[in-house]
């Protein structure tokens, strides 16, 4: 169940998704929170500006930036909050990285209906709660949640 405190993190990663597409990338971002519920990280999509990197996706930075800031301990407390549910590379990079909970906004299969086939998008429609339930620890998954809200962020992004 979404807590006052989700849904207040929640809203701020879909913040961070329209700084990020105001900023020219693709319109994703992310919140983490510590163990206490602090927003410790905050992290738009960095695919397209300025790296030009396909795998700087919000999730992924942000994961990383996570694991070297943080001792493993800690992160297994901490949340990460995103604007939409993370692919399975993000998923990837928040299960090495040790973050114990995700709470997505729009679900994979949503963004797929409105990205469509776009090219700067091309979405893999693989839940994550699937990629992260084959690993060895347990990673709790909430969403989709707040998803009229989350949609609004990519409102005549992909045409």
């Known amino acids: 169940m979404l807590s006052n405190a989700d849904a207040k993190h929640l809203r701020s990663a879909f913040e961070v998704a329209l700084r990020s597409r105001e900023e020219g990338n693709l319109p994703f971002g992310c919140v983490i929170a510590d163990g206490s519920g602090n927003a410790v990280i905050e992290q738009g999509n960095k695919a397209l500006v300025p790296l030009r ?7 992924t930075v942000a994961a990383g930036l996570a694991a070297r ?3 493993p301990d800690e992160l297994s407390g901490f949340t990460l909050y995103s604007s ?5 590379m993000c998923a990837g990079a928040i299960y090495w990285s040790g973050i114990g909970r995700v709470v997505f906004g729009l679900s994979e299969g949503d963004l797929l209906a409105i990205t469509g086939s776009h090219p700067d998008n091309p979405t893999m429609h693989l839940p994550c709660g699937e990629v992260l339930a084959r690993g060895q620890r347990d990673v709790e998954v909430l969403g989709p949640e707040l998803a009229d809200e989350a949609r609004r962020v990519f409102d005549g992004y992909f045409g």
């Open 53 to 59: 990197d396909p795998t700087a996706h919000a999730e």
């Open 69 to 71: 800031r943080y001792e």
């Open 84 to 88: 939409a549910e993370p692919c399975a």
